[in-house]
């Protein structure tokens, strides 16, 4: 590797290592505006992440590219419905997140995005018919039995954590499809639900039970300021990712829910459980077993049924 290689190597990993820390430190941040209805919040966040994304479109020259991305999907059913179903899904993930994080359930918001980079495999074996390697499977397994515990332990299903794996798994699955910028593809995903939003926040306006109008000016400046943190992150990723292989970027992914979880546990005291450790070493020991599931170690000793299996024997 070159010298100018290793910088690019360098900076991809601090670029993707900052996008990540500010995924997990987020629930500062919505913290700050807890006494607000989640719903507003996220009206708010989708509204003003599309006014911030069009500046950013407008300020890097990208306008054309929008412009023709916009006509080429208008003209394409297939990624027409693919963006609809992408800002559903992501409005579905800011939705629950917010929720959770205000609502004292930030040990379960990192659950879900533990559980995610496997429900993102389970789907590109389903859909884009990738092959399930051996130890995969027991991954899967480990994860299952985890999430089970959990479940019968407190008699009810873990909703926030597979809700936000789940909706964040698709909408991964749906921008792969569309193979959109990253910053046009936010820009299209909120302009779908931006008139939704407006309008909510119009009838609260007019009702006169609206929290910004009358909300002290810190308070709005955090909630004009829902852009900002929603667009930073993932433009620092996007810069990231394309330097690194797709193997680091799949280890620094749990900077975020680890982040989350010591959040959740040391700063808002959130019961966390003997069940709940339980849960999450079944979830951790998966997810290691996972992201050593291609070494040659492991591809080495499995079994030899499955590598028949693999070859179409």
Same mark, same amino acid.
């Given at each position: ?9 360098? +900076? ?14 987020? /629930? ?5 505006? %807890? ?33 023709? =991305? +916009? ?21 579905? =993930? ?13 040990? %379960? ?13 389970? *789907? ?22 985890? &999430? ?9 299903? /873990? ?6 794996? @789940? ?5 991964? *699955? ?17 302009? &779908? &639900?931006?008139?939704?939003? *407006? ?9 006169? &039970? %609206? ?6 000016? %810190?308070?709005?400046? +955090? *909630? ?17 990712? =394309? ?37 999450? @070493? ?15 170690? @492991? ?15």
């Amino acid at each position: 590797m070159g010298q100018d290689d290793m910088r690019e190597y360098k +900076l991809g990993i601090l670029y993707t290592t900052i996008a990540y820390i500010a995924w997990g430190v987020l /629930p500062l941040y919505w913290k700050l505006i %807890d006494h607000m209805p989640a719903v507003e919040i996220l009206a708010h966040r989708i509204v003003w992440s599309l006014a911030f994304v069009l500046m950013i479109i407008l300020v890097s020259k990208k306008g054309k590219q929008f412009i023709t =991305n +916009l006509k080429e999907i208008f003209k394409n059913k297939f990624k027409l419905i693919g963006i609809v179903a992408s800002s559903i899904l992501i409005t579905v =993930n800011w939705a629950t997140y917010i929720w959770a994080v205000n609502t004292n359930h930030i040990i %379960d918001a990192s659950l879900g995005y533990y559980i995610n980079p496997l429900v993102s495999v389970l *789907l590109g074996i389903i859909v884009l018919k990738e092959r399930l390697l051996f130890w995969q499977g027991i991954s899967f397994a480990l994860a299952g039995i985890g &999430v089970l515990i959990l479940t019968f332990q407190y008699g009810s299903f /873990p909703w926030v954590a597979i809700t936000l794996a @789940l909706s964040f798994g698709f909408y991964g *699955l749906t921008k792969k499809l569309a193979k959109l910028d990253s910053l046009i593809g936010l820009a299209m995903e909120t302009m &779908v &639900v931006a008139p939704i939003a *407006l309008i909510y926040l119009a009838v609260l306006f007019k009702g006169g &039970v %609206d929290s910004f109008s009358g909300a002290s000016i %810190d308070v709005q400046l +955090l *909630l004009m300021g829902a852009g900002v943190i929603t667009a930073l992150p993932l433009l620092w990723f996007a810069a990231g990712a =394309n330097r690194i292989p797709l193997s680091v970027v799949g280890i620094l992914q749990y900077i975020s829910p680890t982040i989350n979880l010591l959040l959740g546990v040391f700063l808002y005291h959130e019961h966390f459980s003997k069940v709940h450790f339980v849960t999450f @070493l079944c979830i951790w020991t998966s997810l290691l077993i996972y992201s050593f599931s291609k070494s040659k170690f @492991l591809t080495s000793i499995q079994p030899k049924y499955m590598k028949n299996k693999s070859l179409g024997a």
